[in-house]
């Protein structure tokens, strides 16, 4: 099955400074890579997601880079906010399944 | 936030009970899954049903019992609950295809006792 790891498992970061969380996979077969947002007592949200047919993708203060051919992905949080602080999880889709990275928590100091 | 919604929000029982979690979608999805979130907060995926069918089983007690009576809807039952069965249970839909986004429910609160 497919193995996700994920880097840092804590992030502390100065409000307004970069936030910068790595995966890695292992099944070359993957071709879908989600990032996650849980905040305290809620359920996981979709913040960003990557296809296996682009490398890299933007949404306003987030970002997403995948490199393929070392099977890793990164999240990049530009101009952290205090409502940034949440856990973050990588995941690695395929073949109808998901499987998740161990989160990182991330926490913004103001 | 009603799109995917799961009852009951938290269950407090006693060790060797039985009970039964459900799971409602309105989003028309034909996939829905059963995860679970332990205290470190490791998401791990238990069942997947894609049009009522059975599709996924992880290496889950069989004390857990997936029920889908409708595209609708995904039930987990539990029988003879233990202490390691505490935890957040989330139930997730997606529409066909591999490519797609997962949304998650609100999640149960399962504590035993």
């Known amino acids: 099955g497919e193995n996700v790891e994920q880097h840092p498992s804590t992030l502390s970061v100065q409000e307004g400074d970069s936030a910068v969380i790595k995966c890695t996979y292992s099944d070359s077969a993957s071709n879908y890579f989600p990032w996650y947002k849980q905040e305290l007592g809620k359920r996981p949200q979709l913040i960003i997601d990557?296809?296996?047919?682009?490398g890299e993708k933007k949404d306003q203060r987030i970002a997403v880079t995948l490199n393929k051919t070392a099977k890793h992905f990164s999240l990049h949080i530009t101009e952290t906010q205090p409502e940034d602080s949440a856990v973050y999880f990588c995941?690695?889709?395929?073949?109808?399944?998901?499987?998740f990275g161990a989160g990182t928590t991330v926490t913004v100091r103001a | 936030d009603t799109a995917v919604s799961q009852t009951p929000k938290y269950l407090v029982t006693q060790m060797g009970n039985d009970k039964s979690i459900k799971c409602e979608q309105n989003l028309g999805h034909d996939t829905m899954y059963w995860y679970k979130q332990d205290s470190k907060k490791f998401l791990k995926i238990m069942f997947s049903?894609?049009?009522?069918?059975?599709?996924i089983n992880e290496t889950v007690p069989n004390r857990f019992s997936p029920k889908s009576p409708d595209k609708a809807h995904l039930n987990l039952h539990i029988n003879s609950l233990e202490l390691g069965d505490s935890a957040v249970y989330f139930c997730a839909t997606q529409k066909t295809g591999t490519e797609e986004t997962q949304y998650f429910g609100p999640g149960t609160r399962l504590l035993v006792l």
């Open positions: 995941a690695v889709g395929n073949d109808y399944k998901l499987s």
């Open positions: 049903y894609n049009n009522k069918e059975l599709i």
């Open positions: 990557i296809r296996s047919n682009v």
